[in-house]
Structure formats: C-alpha cells, structure tokens
C-alpha cells in the first residue's frame, strides 16, 4: 500500500482546494476588524497614518498568492508603523496574520524558519518601542502568541497534506479496480471469444463435409445422401445447442446459482473421438482406447485438454491428409498431449489478417491459462502439436 504523504525531503506548498478557503477568510475578518479599529481610535487620520493603513490592507490582500512577500512587508511595517505613530496592534497583529498564513501555504521547515524569524522581531521591537527585558511576561506572551501562530498554521498545512494524499491513495484505488475491472472485462471477452470458436468450428467443419458429400451423391447415391443431410442436420442442431447455451450464459448470471450449462470435459473425448471419426478422419490413439486421466483433475486442466484436442483434431481434418495420430500421457506431475498429422499435399488455410489461425491463439491462451506449455512443430512432412500441463498447479 502507498504511503498516505509522499515520502519527499521538502513538503510542497499547499494552495487551497476551494476558492473560499475558511481560515484564509476568517484572517480576512480579523484584518478589517483591527483596520476599523485602528481607524476608529486615529479619527482623523492624517496623510501618513492613511497611507500606513492602506499598505497594510495591500499586504493583508496579497498575502495569498505572494505568502513571502506579504510576510517581509508586515516585517518592515512592524519597525515602521511604531516609528511614525507610535501604536504597535497594527502592526504586530499584521506580522502574526501574515504569519499564519504563510505556514498554512508553505512546508513545515519554511513556517519554523519564518516562525523564528518573527518571534526574533517582535522581542526586538517590543525592546527597542516599548523597553520591554526579554524576560518580561510581555515579551514571552509575544513569543506565545507567535509559536501558535506559526503552530497553528503548520497544523493546517499538515493536515490538508493528509487528506490530499487520502483523496490521491483514493483515486489511485479507483484507478487500479477500473484497470481490473478492464483487463477482466478483456479477458471474459476472450474467453466467450475462444468459446465461440472452439464449439463453432468442429460443427461447421462437420457441416462442410457433410454437404460436399450430400451433393456429390445426390445423383448416384441417394441414401448416403440422405445420411449425409442427417448429419449436417444433427451437427446444426448441436451447433445451435452450444450456441444457445453460451448466449444464455451471457444473457444471465445465474452461474452462481449452478444453472449454468455443463462445459466440456475429458469425460467426452469417446464421443469427440467419434465426432471425427464420422467425418472420415483416420484417428488412431495411442494404445489403442481412449487415454487414462487421473481422477479429480483441475477443471481449468480438464477443459483445456478437451479443447486442445477438439481444436487440433479440427484443424487437422481440415487441412491434413485423413490421418492423426493422438498421443495423451500422465505422468505423476505433468499430462502430455501430442497430435500429430501429416500436412495435405493441397489444401487452404483460412488466416487472419496476421497470417495465423484464431484457432492456435485461442490455444495458446488457453493452455497458458491453465498454466501449461504449447509447442506447435510445423513442417512440409508433418504437423506436430503438443500441450503439456503440469498437474498440481491448480490444487
């Protein structure tokens, strides 16, 4: 978790966050009361005593936006505002005003320095107007009276820091669960995407075959025909099934409910076999029956597996020569499945616009989500694909 201040060696200066800022307005307040005040008690003001009270109101004024400046200014005033009238609330009041202001603006180490500062001025002229020993009460009052000024005012500063950084942690916690809820978003898409395409893409492959040969035996052959359109009329109806069956998961969030339809699993790799063997694919397994997997496998694993070798098996009736060989073994930390066919001597290859089939990223991305390898060997003799998942992963 970020640290709620930066960790920097000089704070930064604090500007209010409002245009109306409640301490700078109530600092406001304070200077026109001591300024009527004062204008009350020097009835009639005369040229001098009028152009010192118009400085101060400017210096008051700029104060905000020109903190250091302000803070020199009501420094000056201090030694000459006694000089000329001989009244010291002015003045003195001024220099605190600006004072706490400036520490509420500025970093922590520049308010004790300007704290310092004023203290340092006021004893000097307290001594040097009034005749006031530094251990007089009335001079330490001052010395008070300007720690908490400046106290006061590195508070504020501090604390408008803190909620600052709350309000910036704040955002950058909204930030972070936005780009999560992002990349999920990202990541659902794919997998409805690579959904889509691994129940698509064997029914309509078993559709094209089907009708090519429905309509090369219409003539000759009507009964194979007619099986021909029997097939492609139950492939569709899968097809459909699947189709409807993830739309309705879309549609709905009733999977946490346990509504949601039953994915694919290596349970049903006898009938995806049989699927392909009714296309005319030549599948031979390995030893001969359908592999061995160990019971309880990680569901991620499970339908990986399955559709690795739907997806492989389709590309391999699609642009192979008739024959695969599949090969699945477990071993005690790791199952590997390798298919391999050999390439047709003529065929087309449907490809994206990068060249590679959707169907080998969806791999990809689907044995590393189930935190597996994918190594794909092709050559003009023969086509290798082989997934490797290690089991334990996902216990």
């Known amino acids: 978790m970020p640290p709620l201040v930066p960790a920097t060696k000089e704070e930064p200066a604090i500007r209010p966050r409002f245009r109306w800022d409640v301490w700078q307005l109530f600092l406001d307040v304070v200077v026109l009361l001591v300024v009527a005040t004062e204008m009350l ?5 005369d040229p001098v005593e009028a152009a010192y009270l118009a400085v101060a109101v400017i210096i008051a004024g700029a104060r905000r936006r020109f903190p250091v400046s302000a803070l020199g200014g009501s420094a000056v005033l201090a030694f000459l505002y006694p000089l000329s009238t001989g009244e010291h609330l002015l003045a003195w009041c001024l220099l605190q005003i600006c004072l706490l202001s400036f520490a509420i603006i500025k970093p922590r180490n520049q308010a004790i320095v300007a704290t310092v500062s004023v203290g340092v001025i006021l004893l000097i002229n307290s001594g040097l107007w009034l ?5 007089d009460p009335m001079s330490l009052a001052l010395v008070a009276w300007t720690a908490a000024a400046g106290g006061v005012g590195s508070a504020v500063h501090s604390q408008r820091g803190y909620v600052q950084a709350l309000e910036g942690q704040a955002q950058r916690a909204e930030a972070t669960r936005r780009a999560i809820v992002e990349r999920e ?3 659902e898409r794919l997998r409805i995407a690579r959904e889509l395409h691994d129940v698509m893409a064997h029914h309509i492959a078993a559709i094209n075959v089907h ?8 003539a000759s052959n009507q009964t194979s025909s007619l099986q021909s359109l029997q097939r492609i009329r139950s492939a569709s109806g899968e097809a459909l099934r699947e189709l409807q069956a993830i739309l309705k998961v879309l549609r709905t969030s009733d999977t946490v409910s346990g509504t949601a339809p039953p994915v694919p699993d290596s349970s049903q790799l006898d009938s995806l076999f049989n699927s392909f063997r009714a296309l005319g694919l030549e599948l031979q397994l390995s030893g001969g029956a359908s592999p061995e997997l160990p019971p309880g496998m990680p569901a991620a694993i499970d339908l990986a597996l399955y559709r690795v070798l739907q997806e492989g098996l389709t590309n391999a009736h699609k642009h192979g020569d008739g024959k695969t060989v599949v090969d699945v073994r477990t071993g005690q930390e790791k199952i590997t499945v390798r298919l ?18 959707f169907g080998l990223i969806g791999m990809e991305e689907r044995v590393a989500a189930a935190g597996g390898q994918l190594r794909i060997t092709p050559s003009p003799d023969q086509f290798v694909l ?3 998942f290690p089991l334990g992963v996902h216990e």
């Open 185 to 187: 978003l990202v990541e």
């Open 41 to 45: 008690q020097r009835a009639p003001l």
């Open 211 to 218: 009708a090519g040969s429905a309509e090369a035996n219409l």
């Open 386 to 388: 082989e997934a490797v």
């Open 340 to 357: 391999v066919n050999k390439p047709a001597t003529t065929r087309k290859r449907v490809r994206n616009a990068d060249g590679q089939g």
């Open 131 to 135: 005749q006031m020993p530094v251990v």
